[in-house]
């Protein structure tokens, strides 16, 4: 059977993808970029657009980073604002654990479900540096082996909160004076040992009962955490055999839980440059990949790695010769990519050897080992790209990252989106109303 | 020349009477609906009036101020205030959007950014009303307990000593929300392509707070907001709540009782502004009325009581009550005008009725007296209530 493309969007923000220093690149601030961007994902019959979070601004060498796009507005603000300019996009937004109670989430996931009639998601995330933590009451510390745990309570306790209410309670019977059915609605206690809380929530049932839940993030556990509750799953695969392998793997977990295949979505993010010809594409994507990778830029990535401050280096020169510093992280802070860098001295042996076998200066071997875009090429390569990975189950669609703001997605949805719709393998209009019926999730009815 | 008066509204679920959602005009299936603070700002837009206000808190209403009262007859449920502006504000173009913050439960760092892109989303209209939290709304966050109060007597020291630590930390809080909105000066993204910068970080700040209650570092995430401070504004209706008005707000909402005693409130609050050294700036001070308006006012009375026996008890509040005509209501905002209060905030105690009195009976008489205006004459919210758009407390001079 032919699987339907999912189709979401990244809004571009804190990270040297995004290309600030085009001119065609607008506000990361202003609300008419996020107009812009939803209204382009909504004529696409996107299922939802994504922001994502940072809490403290990043950090390198003791200064607050310049060179990529800083600043950010706050995601609840934004995403109930986009619900008056749009009527059916999914409003997605990436809302941490660490840093807020779980009362607060859920009465801000709730709100922003009723005010957007049914379209609100949350991408689940936590995160324990102390640095971030400055900015908030709680700061940031937790013992390691505690901080999933309190994660995974966090979005538990959540749900209970927005389960207190069953939708069935408010009755307003101006007649009878009957306002609720029950004196006690949203009764809620939960003790462990994270959270001890009591009492009643205060949102009613909102019409998706619970925002769609996100997860991101590659580990063992992390892909259980999803299989045994998300609605979707992010994650980026560099090949397709090994965004099959993820595939299988997560989709494989559901049983455990009494969930069938559908109920969990894979959608990786993806970039994509797109061009009249697929030569033009390529062309134009080595250029993008030079905007976003400065030379500063280039010294910079490489700091993340050398945890030393290599300023005084040439971007267009070899590689340093002194060795990372291995231990605490000191000099890139408030940065996810950071810690995914676990053994520096590998990295660094690996660069070497690609930067001496090709004659790579830093900056090109920083272009050479970030990412390249996931899709490059013209409208019909594109497309046909995301239908073989979808239909041979390497995703269910997938996230597109923009490189502009806010009209990167223009082009994708003016040429690609056609031709997948005309493959039918996209909705050429939306048939729900809730970002669930986007997602083909079951409704949840009202809590037991 | 009379001076002109500022108005303000508070929008609370279907009105301040409990009541008030059997109306026949009443929506009360559709409070948690968009489209009905849609509705209600829009007519408050059409009448001209600064700003609106919405209440919030962590907890269900209800009628004991210290506990969940188990009532069935009244409006229970509500949504975040915020938001609600929020979802508002692209589909209004002038009025003030003034929603409610429990400082005691929230994050500095997260409300100053959350009411800086709520000026960002409304183009300068954003403002934030202060309010310190409940026992009862702790035990649902459980960062931290507070003493109940309930069995003291509000004048005994302990009480008295509960609330000033209280208010000493709304105050911090506020303190902070203020710093993060100035900690990106203004033109700090500067996109410089030949250096590669986006920012100049020399017009970054960190805040560095360190208070009792918390500690924030900054600067913000979100830049410097359009109208640079959004406004700061609290409910007082006792001296250390009246401090915090003068120490820290734009904008305080009061509750006198008649005119002379809102002058002696008003003397108040500019002796603790001229203690905490703002004698200069301008606070605004506005006279909270709920009001049952009507064409004539037994018609007005015979409404209040048909509400009242509906309820089962006379109604009550914090606020005066008024109940009468738009043109009765014109002459005590005048004398409360002349009392020296910048204009009043007005509880409609039943909507949509009451706002709908205030937008076409209350605005046209006060235009007839030349003491409302005619148009929206500023762009932004500071702009309608004649604040100037302040300085940067980081930016070198």
Redo the contacts between chains.
Sequence with gaps: MTKQVHLAAHFPGVNNTTV??DPAAGSH???DSF?RFAAAAERGKFDFMFLAE????REQNG??Y?????????T???L??L???TEHLGLAGTINST??????VA??F???D????GRAAWNVVTSWDAFTG?????GGFLPQDQRYERARTFLATAMELLDS?HGDE?V?D?ET??????????RFAHFDAH??????????R?PQGRPVVFQAGDSDEGREFAASGADAIFSRHGTKEAGQAFYADVKGRLATYGRAPEDLLILPAATFVIADTDAEAAELAAEVRKQQV????ALRKLEEVWNRDLSGYDPDGPLPDVDPLVGEHTVAKGRASVRMNRDPMAVAAAWREQAEAKGLSIRELMIETSARQNFIGSPATVADQIDDLVQSDASDGFILVPHLTPGGLDVFVDTVVPLLQERGVHRTDYTGTTLRDHLGLAPLGGAA | MTTPVHLAVALDGAGWHPAAWREPDARPTELLTAGYWVDLVTEAERGLLDLVTLEDGFALQSSDRWAPDERTDQVRGRLDAVQVAARVAPLTSSIGLVPTAVVTHTEPFHLSKAIATLDFVSGGRAGVRVKVGSAVEAAHLGRRQLPDLRELDPGDPVAQAGLRELFDEAADWVEVVRRLWDSWEDGAEIRDVATGRFVDRDKLHYVDFAGRHFSVRGPSITPRPPQGQPLVAALAHQAIPFELVGRSADLGFVTPTDAADATAVLGEIRAAQAAAGRAEETVHVLGDLVVFLDADEATARARKDRLDERAGAAFTSDAAVFVGTPSGLADLVEEWSAAGLSGVRLRPATLPHDLRQVTTGLVPELQRRGLFRTAHEAATLRGLLGLPRPANRYAAV
């Design positions: 600030w220093s601030i202003e609300f107009r940072g809490l403290r601004l200064e607050i310049d060179l990529d796009v800083v600043g950010r507005p706050d609840f603000t934004v109930a604002a619900a008056a300019v840093f807020n109670e779980p009362y607060e009465r801000e709730a709100t922003l009723h005010l957007s009639g400055e900015n908030f009451r709680r209410w408010i307003a101006k004076g009957e306002f609720l059915t029950t004196p006690t609605p949203g959270f001890d809380i009591a009492g009643q929530f205060d949102v009613p909102s400065s030379g500063q830029t």
